[in-house]
C-alpha cells in the first residue's frame, strides 16, 4: 500500500523530526541530508514535487552554541533557534546544490495559519516557489513562537503545510518504523500496524505503556497530524527516515511503515 501511495502522489511534504536529523554526537547529520537531497532529486526527474518540513533549529544551535546548552530561559531557547536556524538551512543548501537544486525557507507560526489573508500569501508563495523547481523547507518560526518550541508540534505544522498546498501525500519520517500496537522499545512483541483506516479506533487500540515520547508526545502528535491531513483526503505515511535510503526503500516496497487512508 505504501509503495501505490507514492507511485500514485505527485504532490509530496516530507516532514524530518529533530531525531532523524541529528547524527551520534548531536549535530546536523550532513550525509543523511545529501542522501535524502539524491532522492528528492530523483523523485523531481520523475515528474513528483517534493516540499519539507524541517525540525533541527534547536540541535544545530546547541551544536554551534554549546556554551548554552546548560541554559533554560527561554529567550536562550529563541536565540538558539535564531542561530541554529541559519545552520540548518545552511546544511540544507549544501545538501541540494550539488543536484543543481535550489532551496527556499518558509518560517510560519500557528496564527499565520489563522489569517486567511497570510494564509493566501503563504499558499501562493509555496505554489511559486515549487513551480519554479525549488525545494520549499518549511519551519515552525521558533525565535517569535513560544507555544511551538515543543517536541512533535512540526507534525502538525506539517499537516497543515500539506493541506495549504494541496499536497497528495504526507509522509513523517521519525525514529520509529510506525505505528505498533504497543511502545516497541518496551514490549519486544509489539506488531507494526501496517494500515489504518480509522485513527479513532488506532487510538483506542494503542497501549502506550509508559509515559515517555511513544505514549505523550511522539506518536500522539504524530496521529493527531495523520487525523488532520485525513480529514482534507490526504494520506499519510509514516515510517522511520533513519534507513539507508528510506524514502526509495518505501516507493520500492522493500521498506514498512504505516500507511493512514481513507476507509
Not at 81 to 102: D, H, N, P, S, T
Request: net charge neutral; charged share 25%; hydrophobic share 45%.
Amino acid at each position: 500500500m505504501i509503495a501505490r501511495l507514492i507511485a500514485d502522489a505527485r504532490k509530496i511534504v516530507c516532514k524530518f523530526g529533530s531525531n532523524t536529523l541529528a547524527d551520534r554526537d548531536g549535530r546536523i547529520n550532513s550525509a543523511f541530508l545529501a542522501e535524502f537531497a539524491d532522492q528528492a532529486a530523483a523523485f523531481k526527474r520523475d515528474g513528483k514535487q517534493i516540499v519539507i518540513v524541517s525540525s533541527g533549529a534547536q540541535v544545530a544551535g546547541l551544536s554551534t552554541m554549546d556554551k548554552w546548552a546548560r541554559k533554560r530561559d527561554i529567550h536562550y531557547r529563541q536565540a538558539l533557534c535564531a542561530v541554529g536556524q541559519v545552520e540548518l538551512m545552511g546544511a540544507w543548501r549544501r545538501a541540494f546544490e550539488q543536484y543543481g537544486l535550489r532551496i527556499a525557507q518558509i518560517l510560519l507560526t500557528q496564527d499565520d495559519f489563522g489569517d486567511p489573508i497570510r494564509t493566501l500569501n503563504m499558499r501562493n508563495t509555496l505554489f511559486t516557489l515549487v513551480d519554479e523547481g525549488i525545494i520549499p523547507i518549511i519551519n515552525e518560526n521558533d525565535t517569535v513562537s513560544v507555544e511551538e518550541i515543543k517536541i512533535g508540534e512540526n507534525d502538525t505544522l506539517a499537516a497543515l503545510s500539506a493541506i495549504l498546498w494541496s499536497a497528495d501525500l504526507l509522509i513523517l519520517f521519525s525514529d520509529i518504523d510506525g505505528l505498533y500496537t504497543q511502545n516497541p522499545k518496551e514490549f519486544p512483541d509489539a506488531v507494526l500496524v501496517e494500515e489504518v483506516r480509522n485513527i479513532d479506533d488506532a487510538r483506542k487500540n494503542i497501549s502506550s505503556g509508559a509515559a515517555n515520547n511513544f505514549g505523550t508526545g511522539g506518536i500522539a502528535t504524530k496521529l493527531d497530524a495523520a487525523q488532520r491531513a485525513f480529514s482534507y483526503g490526504i494520506p499519510t505515511i509514516l515510517a522511520c527516515g533513519g534507513k539507508p535510503r528510506s524514502l526509495e526503500a518505501l516507493a520500492a516496497g522493500k521498506q514498512k511503515g504505516t500507511a493512514f487512508l481513507a476507509g
